[in-house]
């Protein structure tokens, strides 16, 4: 009697699992989820397709923006940057007077230099740059007035409004005009714009991730039975949670891939017409794009979004499935 005792007890073994073991399920689980979940994608092509339009659309949008701006900054990098003020002198004010009032400002150290421009080379260099040479030799007297154009030293607004209040001040002076104020207008106009496409871009991937956790809650809903039924085998959330992460996934990349073509089509698109009005201004401006890089980090992106958006779901809805 006590030798079968003895047998039974020897027969009862304790069985462990290996790390390596584990790690090997968990990665095999992981790639039969991802597997499951675009197969599950790719046989609903119509729904897919219009979640994936959706999201390419909402994050076609501010990246478009922010790519225009972008060449916008680029075009008005190669305009003059340099500050410079306009005089022009009184209609009573002489050559001489206006060319010693010139070499009185270069001696200024907070004038960094100064060009002197009479009436007459006032009015050569605009029948050059106008057209209308023919109009202008038919006058009887020369409108324009003597000019000095005066770069400031100092390149802070406030410094060159000192100076330009001072010039301003002299009775030689009918005139100062900041060349570059229309060129600063414009960089603070763009700043604007980069700010409104910011807050445009921040409320659209808002609304991409809702989107995509709306559609990830669908799903689940439509898989509860079989949620419940792989509780019911011992599943852990993290198990169940899996599949539906890579759904968000594989709908966040597809969102991607779609919102780089659409900006890589709207680029070519308008491409020719801003190569048509560069060449009309003789420049060599190249209409700038997105680029692989961009393009993959666009993709990369949408995936995350992706992942959140179904991380949103899942944590809200997943724990309300249990088994009864």
Do not use: C
Not at 66 to 78: F, I, K, M, Q, Y
Not at 239 to 263: D, E, H, K, Q, S
């Amino acid at each position: 009697m006590s030798s079968r005792a003895n047998n039974r007890r020897e027969g009862a073994v304790q069985s462990t699992t290996s790390f390596s073991d584990r790690y090997k399920s968990w990665l095999q689980h992981h790639r039969l989820s991802a597997a499951d979940s675009l197969s599950r994608v790719i046989d609903n092509p119509l729904s897919s397709l219009m979640t994936w339009l959706v999201v390419g659309i909402a994050l076609a949008l501010p990246v478009g923006l922010s790519v225009a701006l972008d060449n916008a900054r680029e075009v008005s990098s190669r305009l003059d940057s340099t500050a410079r003020l306009s005089l022009f002198m009184a209609d009573k004010t002489t050559a001489g007077d206006a060319a010693a009032y010139a070499d009185a400002l270069a001696e200024r150290d907070d004038i960094a230099d100064v060009v002197f421009l009479s009436r007459d080379d006032a009015l050569t260099e605009f029948s050059q740059l106008s057209g209308f040479s023919d109009v202008l030799d038919s006058l009887d007297d020369n409108p324009l007035p003597h000019v000095i154009l005066v770069e400031p030293a100092s390149t802070d607004a406030d410094d060159i409004a000192v100076l330009q209040a001072q010039v301003q001040a002299d009775a030689q002076v009918a005139q100062a005009v900041l060349d570059m104020a229309w060129l600063q207008r414009l960089n603070r106009l763009m700043e604007l714009s980069r700010r409104l496409v910011q807050a445009l871009g921040a409320l659209l991937l808002l609304g991409v991730v809702l989107i995509l956790g709306n559609t990830i809650r669908l799903a689940i809903e439509n898989r509860r039975d079989e949620i419940v039924i792989t509780k019911l085998i011992g599943a852990s959330n993290g198990f169940v949670r899996r599949p539906f992460l890579y759904t968000g996934l594989w709908f966040g990349v597809g969102g991607g891939v779609i919102a780089a073509l659409l900006v890589a089509i709207a680029l070519w698109f308008v491409d020719g017409p801003v190569q048509a009005l560069a060449s009309s201004y003789g420049s060599d401006f190249q209409l700038g794009g997105l680029g692989l890089m961009n393009s993959l980090n666009l993709v990369f992106f949408g995936g995350l979004l992706g992942l959140a958006g179904a991380w949103l779901a899942v944590s809200r809805h997943l724990g309300d499935i249990e088994p009864r």
